[in-house]
Nanobody, 120 residues
Framework: QVQLVESGGGSVQPGGSLRLSCVASGSFASINFMAWYRQAPGKERELVATSPGGRSSGYADSVKGRFTVSRDNAKNTMYLQMNSLKSEDTAVYYC??????????????WGKGTLVTVSS
């Protein structure tokens, strides 16, 4: 059974930084694709950054130049370094991964999210 667990959220002042982590655990063959999403209060979930693995990462326009996504494949972990945080970055951040399991089924998985609050 595959699980995604996010960590690293918290409260920070505008201009501050946070680093989120997402660890994939369980029995699976490979992680094909990982991404970060976020959902602010009263808004729909939106894509923040993608980490396709072996290809260039992608970012939402609102976070370009401030956020950096990276992966440690040996640890099945994805990170999101968030700098110059703004109040509009306040949201629950979710990890998403497309994983091939031991039966060769390919399916998406979601973590439960970690809350980021940017406020003075």
């Amino acid at each position: 059974q595959v699980q995604l667990v996010e960590s690293g959220g918290g409260s920070v002042q505008p201009g501050g930084s946070l680093r989120l982590s997402c660890v994939a655990s369980g029995s699976f063959a490979s992680i094909n694709f990982m991404a970060w999403y976020r959902q602010a209060p009263g808004k729909e979930r939106e894509l923040v950054a993608t980490s396709p693995g072996g290809r260039s990462s992608g970012y939402a326009d609102s976070v370009k130049g401030r956020f950096t996504v990276s992966r440690d494949n040996a640890k099945n972990t994805m990170y999101l370094q968030m700098n110059s945080l703004k109040s509009e970055d306040t949201a629950v951040y979710y990890c998403n991964a497309v994983i091939t399991d031991r039966t060769r089924d390919v399916r998406p998985y979601w973590g439960k999210g970690t809350l980021v609050t940017v406020s003075s």
